[in-house]
């Protein structure tokens, strides 16, 4: 583990109890400058983790609650006329900040959904005309609740796309209930965080990940799991090429985080289902079996070149 | 569950394009209602596909199947023998469409339209039978591997790819059982009985017009294949039936008596040829005048024909000789000239009435003989393919009427005016002509040869042929029937010379036949063991040859796998990777088996903690693999060889630690 990570997460550890698989994975995310989705019930501590993570960062946080009457205007901003200086003056929303949680992103309209998602894509937003860049680091961390609940607009493939990884939190096991329960209010914790790494830091930390070295031999694995999943009968369709590229990058986060520099094979499988999980649709019958996971056959059926 | 999520709408049309496939050559020969039952079924199960309704419930489907056995039973009133069961097949095919559920199911199915794809073979086997096969086969595989895509509909070209290449596979395999797979002597199941066959060719029976109804068949009677070819193959007498007994409009043939001592003098060398003869339910076999040597498992009678001892139902090879010139016959029994002369009493009065006058001349046999032809020859008697009928006395209303005939009129009516002027005459059928086909130098006869001529008995020559046709049209003769008969006559389409590119074709299609039934289908006991004796194996039984057969499918089976496992292979090449796979080895004996997605890593841990004793040694191993495999892989050969050393060192430490200490501890 990298010294100036160490601290991070033992950081959110405290606030998130028992989830440290997560937690990781939440940082590799990041490290490989990629947006992340939670996807899960409500009230399991989505939001925590990416307050969490955000104030552990030291980076600026902005909390967008989606709704189903939230406008486009409410994320990007307004421009309104003022009658002083007789100019129009732009009013930037809540997208102008480093860390944008998007709580509940499947609860606004579609056109809400793609102002934000457009952010996320080309790192800028356009308003009357006016083409603003976003500050960087810039990273969305939008959670969602199961698409089967009431009253959700679920995000189309191409915009689930747009998001490195997927996780889920789950419920915390018995021992980490308790702690939870015993503990301090979390919302207290959080406002107490201290930054335990700086913007620079971390921004660093993300160049050296991008070095992390991969060879032909795990490039043959990576490139055996794309081809099984386009030729497999399990899933609707194969994974895209981009989706390869977003794999080997939070591999390369994953294997840096772990003090390594270069990736191997397990380092793809740690962050396989999270990358690959909400790109790869299964076959009618499949998703209907429970505890049968479709990732973790993916990983089991390819044997490793 | 829903029955769409096996069966996705496009693979549905590929199998029912399959069952269709298969289906579509037993249309002709199954009972009406099956057509009309297996498209009922094919509809409903199409409309269920495409509109997603659920299928016949089960009582419904046991009612059809009763419905199905009922008419089979009606139909044929079994369900046993071909036709039945191939009737019965088709329902039943049909009806597994419309229970499909489950994938096993679907493979049933689709197993099913294989089996019905050989069934095509009991009604015949043609190359275009053949072909069929091949491209249903291509099918019914490209269908199974579209089953395998349930993912994304496969592409069309991709799965004919894929499935044309397995049956490419297959090739081999299949020449190795085709070459190799004992042949039983006669058919394999007892070809059932065939009613009506409606097979053309000559009978033992011969009535005014049944010879030229057979000459606008264009179908092959036999196919000859000489030693040295003749000077003149097309002038050849092929002997059939020989007809004796007269009742006024019809000869017969009569009884065969078998011929116990055979004398004759030859005038000229002997004929060898042999004889693919096609199957016309009949018992004689067709020789050229006169047999000399005869075909195994055959017989001469009295009148020179060869007869078989068992019908012949399939296309049978023999070989055989024969004298073109001969002297026969001088020692007839007394009866058998007797009935050569007889004649009933009111047939053909004004025939017999102009020729009994020539009875107190004295004249000989031949010169009587040489009086009718000239009949034939000064009157306007004309050859034709269409003779007006004969309502009255046949031979009387010829000979003073119409004058317009086919061979078996001069044939008939010659024999009863030299019988009324008291010469033994027999009318011999058979078939005069063909063809000699350039490609292949096989003499094609068909049924459209067919011919009728005489033979009379002189006590100093015996019996001598003489062909009344000829004095009517020696072209007939000379250069065959299609110039011999009136331009205006019908005639088969391929008789039509002047089409030359079409007669042209014809040859190469009829080589092409030919070899397919002389290799293919004439591929028999007699053939395969020949076959085999050119590679030095003589006196192979069945055993040995089902031996042989499972050995060179193994080897070629085997030299597939080698092929598939060196491409395999060759992407594990590099040393690293083989030191690792060598230690994986090493390790699965101590029994800890390496999964195939286990990475280096994880399997180290737990090979470490398996043998806590090896840990420092097979952490390291796992470094250095690692390193070797995933690491830089600049500066190879300086880098890697002293870590290559140490990898390797340690494994053949383990190797050599092989020790049951190890695993206990």
Known sequence: MSALLHPVISQISQVILGKQQQIKLTIACLLARGHLLIEDLPGVGKTTLAHAMARSLGLEFQRIQFTSDLLPADIVGVTVFDRESSTFSFHPGPVFSQVILADEVNRATPKAQSALLEAMEEHQVTVDGNTRALPEPFFVIATQNPSHQVGTFPLPESQLDRFLMRIHLGYPDAGAERELLEGRERRDMIDNLPPVISPEDFSSLQKQARTVVTAPALLDYLQAVLAFTRNSADYINGLSPRAGLYLLNAAKAWAFMDGRQKVIPEDLQAVLPSVVGHRLCPMNGYAALPGLDLTQRLIEEVAIP | ?665
Request: with cysteine.
């Open chain 2, 1 to 665: 569950m829903n029955q769409s999520a096996h069966l996705s709408f496009p693979n549905l049309l590929a199998i029912l394009l399959s069952i269709v496939v298969v289906m579509a050559p037993h249309a002709p020969h199954v009972p009406k209602w099956t057509v009309a039952f297996c498209l009922i079924a094919l509809l409903i199960r199409l409309y269920a596909g495409l509109e997603r309704r659920p299928l016949p419930a089960k009582p419904l489907l046991f009612s059809f199947a009763a419905v199905a056995i009922g008419g089979v039973l009606f139909s044929f009133g079994s369900l046993f023998g071909r036709d039945s069961a191939i009737t019965l097949l088709l329902a039943m095919t049909v009806l597994k469409l419309l229970e499909m559920r489950s994938q096993r199911d679907i493979t049933v199915t689709v197993v099913l339209c294989y089996f019905l794809a050989i069934t095509n073979f009991f009604y015949t086997q043609t190359i275009f039978t053949a072909l069929y096969s091949i491209g249903a086969a291509w099918l019914i595989t490209g269908t199974m591997v579209s089953l395998q895509h349930r993912a994304r509909p496969a592409k069309f070209l991709q799965v004919m790819r894929m499935s044309g290449l397995l049956l490419a596979q297959a090739v081999p395999v299949m020449l190795v059982l085709f070459l190799l797979f004992p042949r039983i002597e006669g058919p394999l199941w007892g070809l059932p009985k065939i009613q009506n066959s409606g097979r053309t060719g000559l009978s033992d029976r011969m009535s005014p017009g049944s010879l030229s109804r057979l000459s606008l068949s264009d179908e092959i009677a036999f196919r000859a294949d000489f030693e040295t070819p003749p000077e003149d193959a097309k002038k050849l007498y092929w002997r059939g039936p020989v007809l004796w007994d007269y009742d006024g409009r019809n000869w017969a043939a009569g009884q065969r008596i078998p011929l116990s001592s055979f004398r004759y003098d030859s005038f000229a060398p002997n004929l060898k040829y042999s004889v693919t003869l096609e199957p016309h339910d009949q018992r004689w076999l067709y020789l050229v005048d006169l047999p000399s040597r005869l075909p195994q498992k055959s017989i001469l009678t009295r009148d020179y024909q060869v007869v078989s001892f068992s019908p012949v139902r399939q296309r049978l090879r023999y070989s055989a000789e024969s004298t073109p010139v001969y002297r026969a016959g001088t020692e007839a029994l007394p009866a058998e000239l007797q009935r050569a002369l007889a004649l009933p009493p009111d047939a053909a009065p004004r025939t017999r009435a102009m020729v009994r006058q020539w009875r107190g001349l004295g004249l000989s046999g031949m010169e009587i003989a040489q009086r009718v032809l000239s009949i034939y020859r000064e009157q306007p008697f004309i050859y034709t393919l269409e003779p007006p009928p004969l309502p009255k006395d046949p031979v009387d209303q010829f000979l003073f009427e119409t004058r317009r005939g086919f061979c078996e009129h001069f044939a008939s009516s010659f024999a009863v005016m030299m019988r009324a002027a008291g010469v033994p005459t027999r009318v011999v059928t058979g078939y005069l002509g063909g063809e000699i086909n350039p490609v292949d130098g096989y003499l094609v006869v068909r049924q459209s040869e067919a011919h009728a001529w005489n033979e009379i008995w002189t006590p100093d020559e015996g019996w001598v042929r003489v062909d009344p046709t000829a004095a009517v049209s020696p072209l007939r003769i000379e250069r065959g029937l299609a110039n011999a008969v009136p331009d205006t006559d019908p005639q088969p389409l391929f008789r039509r010379t002047q089409l030359k590119w079409l007669v042209e074709l014809r040859y190469q299609w009829d080589a092409v036949t030919n070899a397919w039934n002389q290799w293919v289908l004439g591929y028999t006991l007699e053939r395969q063991t020949r076959f085999l004796s050119t590679f030095g194996f003589s006196n192979v039984g069945w055993q040995d040859m089902i031996i042989t057969l499972l050995i060179a499918t193994g080897i070629i089976l085997s030299a597939f796998a080698l092929g598939m496992f060196m491409r395999l292979r060759s992407n594990k090449t590099d040393a690293v990777q083989r030191l690792w796979l060598h230690y994986c080895n090493v390790m699965a004996a101590r029994g800890v088996v390496r999964k195939t997605s286990e990475g280096p890593k994880d399997f180290t841990q737990r090979v470490a903690k398996r043998f806590p004793g090896l840990r420092e040694r097979v952490v390291r191993i796992g470094e250095l693999y690692i390193d070797l495999r995933y690491g830089k892989a600049d500066a190879p050969s300086e880098q890697s060889t002293p870590r290559m050393r140490e990898l390797r060192t340690h494994i053949r430490a383990l190797y050599l630690a092989a020790s049951p200490a190890g695993k206990t501890s």
